[in-house]
């Protein structure tokens, strides 16, 4: 019996070893998981998600979005296509019955051989936090109502949900994953999107009707909740062979964003404060070496934020900078090269990217120390550094990222070729949990989810990997 167990634990021990072996060689989990083996293709233009609301110059391609630095402002956007309309947007409170009244502008834009709609943009400010309002647009011929829930005053303790969407496109898969963030059952009150909208730029001379199908694809969330909009690649619209070489255009004048209120000079970057969070959205195809407007902007940008009052630090980017497949692979280095530093310094919770489209989310790591002449250029596990998430997986028609670095990095604590959506639910000032939702598991099951212990309030080892 002596030799029987001890002969057991020689088995067992060199069998543990080899599983360590297993854990430390890869960096992470690889999922296993076998995504479904379809193409991805857009919507046809017929399609019921892509339809024009009813009525003689009907407001469409409605869309909301955080219209001040605190979340008492909201940006309503409209299109109008057989006339300009109103510009007016009239509002009220669940338990009021006086309507309020608010002018917004009109802008339209050519692209090519594309004339656009009539494009409305209208700022409500000092809206009552928590408080439930009704709106409508749309006013002298066709009017249209939809409704919105302000966030709760800024403080350190608010619980709230965000939505996680990157690189959504219009196709087939596109409408699973908005369906599923709309059905999961832990309800996201404002979507942060990681950039690449509509995909129009696929299309020949960029189809800027695909702008459009887009804005009426997403208006089912869009005009209740607030969308916070990162500006993707997809988004530049350079055409030179064309005669389009404005940057931005179509992005421009149809998505608004409150860059003003966080004292940016230009859409592409700015800040908002929400509930708990306070969320920086960076321009990864803006300039962002030393001098530039964006490095100035977040150079004065970073100290100001009072995890006393924001404890839980967002930053939302497009190109990922800690990414292991072999799509984009170190677009984001340049990038990182700069504003690492700042992001350990500053103890950033988390940041998003998209533009990837797969999913992965990274240890806690950060490479900072390299000075050229040293050699130390390998990503060091550090807990002053934000979790990198990529979540460019909406389902656009590119169709997956499937090919990955091997072996898994270290940094890379998961990986997985699906699409889907994530969610990030802040319950207080130190814990946040968080989960991926991958497509094909429908919308209430998680395949990848964490929770995070703020950086600031409660700055523990919170990876994965520790608590197995
Ligand atoms: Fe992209």
Not at 120 to 135: A, D, Q, S, V
Not at 418 to 427: E, P
Request: charged letters at 20%; a neutral charge; aromatic letters at 16%.
């Amino acid at each position: 019996m002596g030799e029987l167990g001890f002969s057991w634990c020689s088995v067992l021990a060199v069998f543990s070893l080899v599983l360590n072996a297993a854990v430390f060689c890869n960096g992470g989990i690889t999922s296993t998981f076998v995504r479904k083996v379809e193409k991805t293709v857009d919507m046809p233009l017929d399609s019921d998600v892509f339809s024009v609301p009813p009525g003689y110059n009907a407001p469409q391609q409605v869309h909301i979005t955080q219209g001040d630095h605190v979340g008492k402002g909201v940006i309503v956007s409209w299109v109008t296509v057989d006339e300009p309309g109103s510009n007016i947007v009239l509002y009220w409170s669940d338990n009021s019955k006086q309507k309020n009244k608010a002018k917004g502008t009109t802008v339209t834009y050519k692209f090519y051989n594309y004339t656009s709609g009539y494009i409305h943009h209208c700022t409500i400010k000092n809206l009552k936090f928590n408080t439930k309002y009704y709106y409508e647009v749309g006013i002298g011929h066709t009017i249209r109502t939809f409704w919105f829930t302000t966030p709760p005053e800024v403080g350190p303790d608010v619980p709230y949900t965000f939505g996680l969407i990157g690189d959504l496109g219009q196709s087939y898969d596109s409408n699973k994953t908005l369906t599923h963030y709309e059905l999961n059952p832990t309800k996201g009150k404002t979507l942060l999107f990681m950039g690449d909208l509509s995909y129009a730029d696929n299309y020949p001379n960029h189809d800027n009707v695909r702008w459009d199908t887009w804005g009426r694809f997403i208006e089912r969330s869009a005009a209740y909740q607030p969308w916070i909009w990162t500006a993707g690649n997809h988004e530049i619209d350079f055409a030179p062979e064309i005669g389009e070489t404005k940057p931005f255009k179509p992005y421009t004048h149809r998505y608004h964003v409150p860059y003003k209120a966080s004292n940016s000079t230009a859409p592409f970057w700015y800040s908002i404060k929400r509930a708990s969070a306070y969320i920086i959205v960076l321009s990864s195809y803006s300039a962002y070496g030393k001098y530039t407007p964006q490095y100035k902007w977040l150079e004065k940008e970073l100290p100001k934020v009072n995890r006393s009052e924001t404890p839980w630090l967002i930053v939302l980017m497009h190109s990922p900078w800690y990414n292991s497949y072999n799509y984009h692979y170190m677009e984001g280095e340049t990038m990182r090269v700069m504003y690492e530093p700042w992001f350990v310094q500053y103890k950033v919770d988390v940041v998003f990217a998209g533009h990837v489209h797969a999913y992965e989310r990274s240890e806690r790591v950060s490479n900072v120390a390299y000075n050229i002449v040293n050699g130390i250029c390998i990503p060091a596990s550090d807990q002053s550094a934000p979790v990198y998430i990529t979540i460019g997986d909406g389902g656009n028609l590119e169709g997956l990222a499937t090919n990955m670095t091997e072996p898994q990095p270290k940094y890379s604590a998961f990986r997985e070729a699906s699409f889907g959506h994530a969610v990030f639910d802040i319950k207080n000032r130190t814990h946040a949990y968080y989960s991926w939702h991958r497509n094909q598991d429908g919308y209430a099951v998680e395949a990848d989810s964490m929770w995070f212990f703020n950086r600031f309030w409660h700055p523990v080892d919170d990876s994965t990997s520790a608590q197995s």
